[in-house]
């Protein structure tokens, strides 16, 4: 799908169909407003009959306009009763409307929603919401469909409408962003969708190495099974050895800055199926955990679209890689493994694994000398029943860090939610029989998991997005959500001065 900027005026630009917004009672938008004149008050009248729903995110779809109107059609969007929109109601707005021109047959469409004032929001977030919500409706994961049918008339073509052109640099910036954002959303739900036995800790080191040869800007290592041997990482190793697909730990490095820039470095859970191992899960559902990698996708998803902007940062991706499955080599419940740190670690249960490869891999991070450490994992279920399928579990040992994630989660739409990292919760980690166990006694669940991997970031500061539920839904919309990959570029373009919220004094 193509986007682009145009300057003009709503009746004069030509194309299939064009789309303004409507607030009750009956205010129309600028656009909206050129119209109704240029069509002799249509807009109006449809209003007063009933015709038109002003409904927050209700479409009506009006064909061969009356008067003089350029567009074949028209695409009125309701914007429910608030003339200050909230960043929510924008973005439900705007992806009805993708979803109507979708089912319109119009090819081409020019919107003007970006005209409407949204909260403390400025024009550009606004252009790169627009391309974000519209390359979500238009999202298929059909690569393993053997009779696909592609839509008729698929929607191919949508500029940004601007009354003048002093917008159109802001707008287009906006765009820029949107669709690289988009794009590394898409990557991360492709690669979360696929199977288990499509993608494996072997395929996503692939993907990263395409990733190599599509952006110059990136490096990729991988580390094998001796390597990890080598480095005495003994939890990771743990996990693996119920499987017989190898482990792999991919290394992506970014540089955008300055060379002495210290780096973000991000590191995502890549359990590419959790079938809880010895340990075993329930049935039910257990297909979905082949979701458990989606920490991982969304690394490798954020630096593509880091690399597809060129960020002037320096950032590192940092992917454990592996199956949990039992086997007659498997771990087993009671079993004592050292981590690369040198602590000890009795793994109660095989199913909490992925603290397991993830404390490895936050010790292998050390060596860059990060700025911030970020990890990302479908870790816990507890983080379900406690924030839902909403909000991503934050905790963290820096407060500014936490800070910087929880804008970026409200100015992206892509939430967080923060959680306490106290000692209490740390204690239920003692075991007998080892410096911790992986699980902890009585609750707090996200929190201990949480407080296990605290246990192996001292050196830095460090964030953990517990993304168990967000990551993927599940239902009829079975399917990966390519989360949080829109947090965590605005997290980035933040620190490169870019706030999508609005300037003092500015539209
Ligand atoms: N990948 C799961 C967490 C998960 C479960 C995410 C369901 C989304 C939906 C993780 O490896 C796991 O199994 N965690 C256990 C930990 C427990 C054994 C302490 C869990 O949450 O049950
Ligand atoms: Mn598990
Ligand atoms: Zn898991």
């Known amino acids: 799908m193509e986007f682009n900027v145009k300057t003009g005026s709503a009746e004069t630009l030509t194309g299939a169909c064009t789309v303004v917004g409507i607030t009750a009672p009956r205010h129309l938008s ?10 002799n008050g249509q807009l109006r009248s449809l209003l007063k009959s009933g015709d038109i729903s002003t409904d927050c995110g209700k ?9 003089h109107v350029k567009a074949a059609r028209i695409l009125v969007v309701g914007c429910g009763k608030d003339k200050h929109l909230s960043p929510d109601a924008f973005s439900k707005i705007t992806s009805a409307a993708a979803r109507a021109l979708q089912e319109s047959g119009a090819t081409d469409a020019v919107s003007w929603l970006t005209e409407l004032d949204v909260e403390d929001r400025d024009l550009a977030w606004k252009a790169a919401h627009t391309a974000q919500a519209s390359r979500d409706v238009v999202y298929r994961f059909d690569e393993l469909k053997s009779d696909v049918k592609p839509p008729k008339r698929p929607l191919k073509k949508l500029t940004l409408g601007v009354a003048d052109a002093t917008q159109s640099g802001a707008a287009n910036k906006g765009l820029r962003n949107g669709i690289a954002i988009a794009n590394g959303m898409d990557l991360a739900r492709v690669l979360g969708n696929r199977p288990g036995n499509l993608c494996t800790p072997a395929d996503l080191a692939d993907q990263a190495r395409a990733l190599q040869r599509q952006y110059k800007s990136l490096k990729v290592r991988v580390l094998e099974k001796k390597d990890m041997d080598k480095l005495g990482m003994g939890a990771l190793l743990s996990v693996a050895r119920g499987s017989r697909q190898p482990p792999k730990l991919i290394v992506l490095e970014y540089h955008g800055g300055k060379k002495p820039g210290k780096p973000v470095v991000l590191v995502g859970k890549g359990v590419t199926f959790d079938s809880g191992g010895i340990s075993i899960k329930p049935g039910a559902a ?14 490798i998803g954020t630096m593509a679209a880091v690399a597809e902007l060129g960020l002037p940062v320096n ?4 992917v454990p890689a592996t199956e949990n499955l039992p086997d007659g080599d498997a771990s087993k419940p009671g079993d004592v493994v050292t981590s690369m740190s040198g602590q000890t670690i009795e793994v109660l249960n095989t199913d909490a694994e992925g603290r397991l490869i993830l404390c490895d891999a936050l010790t292998y991070a050390d060596r860059f000398d990060p700025d911030v450490v970020i990890d990302i994992a479908t870790l816990t279920g507890a983080c379900i029943v406690a924030l839902g399928k909403h909000a991503t579990g934050l905790l963290s040992n820096n407060q500014k860090l936490a800070d910087e994630l929880l804008e970026a989660g409200q100015v992206s739409w892509d939430r967080a939610w923060q959680l306490p990292l106290w000692k209490e919760f740390d204690e239920q980690l003692s075991s007998n029989f080892a410096d911790m166990a992986n699980i902890g006694s009585n609750g707090g669940g996200t929190i201990t998991a949480a407080c296990f991997l605290s246990r192996f970031t001292k050196h830095y500061r460090w964030a953990h997005l517990d993304i168990a539920g967000v990551a993927w839904k599940s239902g009829d919309a079975k399917g990966a959500t390519g989360r949080p990959v829109p947090m965590l570029m605005q997290f980035l373009l933040n620190r490169c001065g870019g ?9």
């Open 30 to 39: 600028p656009a909206a407003e050129r119209l109704d004149e240029a069509s």
């Open 59 to 67: 479409t009506t779809l009006i064909h061969h306009p009356q008067g």
């Open 286 to 299: 257990m297909d979905e955990m082949k979701f458990d990698m989606c920490g991982a996708a969304s690394v």
């Open 315 to 318: 950032l590192v991706g940092i």
């Open 499 to 507: 706030s999508g919220r609005k300037r003092a004094g500015t539209k």
